[in-house]
Each structure stands twice: as structure tokens, then as C-alpha cells.
């Protein structure tokens, strides 16, 4: 399975600014996902990042306030823009393995964001 | 739209005390069921994926099971280190997962 590495572990933030999350994958993968996990409730898928492509964001996330960049098949950012409280969150990358037929999915760390 | 339910919430054992967490879904064409364990201040462990009603898969104390409805992960003898959340999800048509909101599982010494 892909080793994933995400920069930083965590930060607080003041509301207004911007945080920018790395996402670094030890091999090529075609497929990256961004999902965010707020207390007591289950992972949300943000968006998909495809390396070459635009992201494809899912239902109640925008580009403008989720900006995403996949410059190429290890690699990966997520930018919170413009944060609130409402943005304070576990934001995980997590990447497909392809290998067992079905597309598992393996996580990184995670980065905590406190928005205060 | 593709709906998993965890339950218990959170469940409290004491150590060599059996139990089983179960995982009920709704989904258009089941592709497969994946679980996964999740330590505090860590991203999601991948353990299993099930693709069909019958199948079962063991990893040392656990034993995921499944049926059209429904998924059980049973702990057998479980030890303080099982301690974590346990994860379900399911992909359906769309491939991408949805995911459950977890069950809480600390084990006494």
C-alpha cells in the first residue's frame, strides 16, 4: 500500500486567512481524494484530483473556497480559503489502490485545523 | 443515494470480552464494503473489503462478515491495543465510498 505524508499535522488559523495542505504519496497514482472529517461524523468527500485535470468537487463544495492543485501523480494541495470556525476540521488526502481489483482507498495522517 | 449506519455509536468492553460492531447499508449495486480502524490523531487504517453477501475476512482478532443488508466486525478476545473507531463503507455505483460515522470501541485491562 502507498505511504502518505500530509504537511502540516496541524495549525490554528484566524479566520479570514488562507491554509494551504500538502498531500505527498511515495508512488504514482492516478487518482487523489480530499475529504474532511468534522467531530462525531463521518469522512466527507471534498473533491477528486486527477493529475492533468481540473478537480471534481462534490455537492456543497466550491472551487473558490476549496482550491485544489495536482501538478503531478505524487503530489498534491488543498487550500482552505477565506476560513471560518465552520472550517475547523481533519482534512485527509487519501489515494487509490488499484491493485486488489476494487479501488481501496489508504489515507494519510490527516491535518487538524483550528479556526479561531 | 447510498446510506451507511453504524451502530453501536461507541462501545465499552473489558479485555478477552468478545462483541461485534455491525454496519447496515443501502446501496445501488454493491461494488464492496470496506472497513477500516482509525486511531485518535490519525487517517483511517485500512483492514478489509468484502464484495459479495457469504463472504467473510479475518486479520489476527477480527472477522468481518457480510450480508445484503448488512456487515459485522467481530473482536474476538480483544485487547486494550484494539482500542480505536472502526469505520464502515460502501461503494456503489459511483465507486467513490460513503462512509459511516463509526463506532467507538475501548477495551479495559
Known amino acids: 500500500s502507498a505511504v502518505i505524508s500530509q504537511k502540516p499535522s496541524r495549525d490554528i488559523c484566524q479566520r479570514g486567512t488562507s491554509l494551504t495542505i500538502q498531500c505527498q504519496v511515495d508512488?504514482?497514482?492516478?487518482?487523489m481524494f480530499w475529504y474532511r472529517q468534522q467531530p462525531g461524523q463521518s469522512l466527507t468527500l471534498i473533491a477528486t484530483a486527477n493529475q492533468g485535470s481540473e478537480a471534481t468537487y462534490e455537492s456543497g463544495f466550491v472551487i473558490d473556497k476549496f482550491p485544489i492543485s495536482r501538478p503531478n501523480l505524487t503530489f498534491s494541495t488543498l487550500t482552505v480559503s477565506n476560513m471560518s470556525p465552520e472550517d475547523s476540521s481533519i482534512y485527509l488526502c487519501s489515494v487509490e489502490d488499484t491493485s486488489g481489483g476494487l479501488n481501496e482507498q489508504y489515507f494519510g495522517p490527516g491535518t487538524r485545523l483550528t479556526v479561531t | 443515494e447510498d446510506q451507511v449506519t453504524q451502530s453501536p455509536e461507541a462501545l465499552r468492553l473489558q479485555e478477552g470480552e468478545s462483541s461485534s460492531l455491525n454496519c447496515s447499508y443501502t446501496v445501488s449495486g454493491l461494488r464492496g464494503l470496506f472497513w477500516y480502524r482509525q486511531d485518535p490523531g490519525k487517517g483511517p487504517e485500512f483492514l478489509f473489503t468484502?464484495?459479495?453477501a457469504g463472504e467473510e475476512k479475518e486479520k489476527e482478532r477480527l472477522k468481518a462478515t457480510l450480508t445484503k443488508k448488512e456487515s459485522f466486525l467481530h473482536i474476538t478476545a480483544p485487547k486494550p491495543e484494539d482500542s480505536a473507531t472502526y469505520l464502515c463503507?460502501?461503494?456503489?455505483?459511483?465507486?467513490?465510498?460513503?462512509f459511516g460515522r463509526g463506532t467507538s470501541l475501548i477495551v479495559h485491562p
Open positions: 463503507a460502501v461503494a456503489g455505483g459511483s465507486y467513490i465510498p460513503t
Open positions: 468484502l464484495y459479495s
Open positions: 508512488s504514482q497514482v492516478t487518482m
